[in-house]
Nanobody, 124 residues
Framework: QVQLVESGGGLVQAGGSLRLSCAAS??????MGWFRQPPGKEREFVGGISTRGDGTYYADSVKGQGRFTISRDNAKNAVYLQMNSLKPEDTAVYYC?????????????????WGQGTQVTVSS
C-alpha cells in the first residue's frame, strides 16, 4: 500500500523557517513534489524534484531569494521542503506528491499519490 505522510507543519512568525518532511512507503517514485492550498483557494504547485534529486523546479511565488528548497533522500524514500523567510501568504495546507511516471512534474495531473497534508500557518 502506497503512503505519503507529511510532518513538520505548524505555526511560525513571519520571517521564520520550517522544514517539512514527507515519508513515502509502498514503492519508489520518479518525481516528487510539494503543493499547497491556501485558505479559500485552489491547490497550487510549490516545487518539484527529479528522480535522482539533481533537478528542481519552483513556483515563482517561492523562488525569490531561495526561500524554499526541496531535497530528497532516496535511501529513506523521503522528500523535504525547507522554507525560509516565511510570509503570511505562505499560510496553507502543504501536500507532498509523488509520480509513477513523470520526472519533474509541475501540475497535479503529473502526480499519482498524495499525502494527507500538513498545516503551515505564518503569523504577521
Amino acid at each position: 500500500q502506497v503512503q505519503l505522510v507529511e510532518s513538520g507543519g505548524g505555526l511560525v512568525q513571519a520571517g521564520g523557517s520550517l522544514r517539512l518532511s514527507c515519508a513515502a512507503s509502498g514503492r519508489t517514485f520518479y518525481g516528487m513534489g510539494w503543493f499547497r492550498q491556501p485558505p479559500g483557494k485552489e491547490r497550487e504547485f510549490v516545487g518539484g524534484i527529479s528522480t535522482r534529486g539533481d533537478g528542481t523546479y519552483y513556483a515563482d511565488s517561492v523562488k525569490g531569494q531561495g526561500r524554499f528548497t526541496i531535497s530528497r533522500d532516496n535511501a529513506k524514500n523521503a522528500v523535504y521542503l525547507q522554507m525560509n523567510s516565511l510570509k503570511p501568504e505562505d499560510t496553507a495546507v502543504y501536500y507532498c506528491a509523488a509520480s509513477r511516471t513523470y520526472n519533474l512534474g509541475k501540475t497535479e495531473y503529473e502526480y499519482d499519490y498524495w499525502g494527507q497534508g500538513t498545516q503551515v500557518t505564518v503569523s504577521s
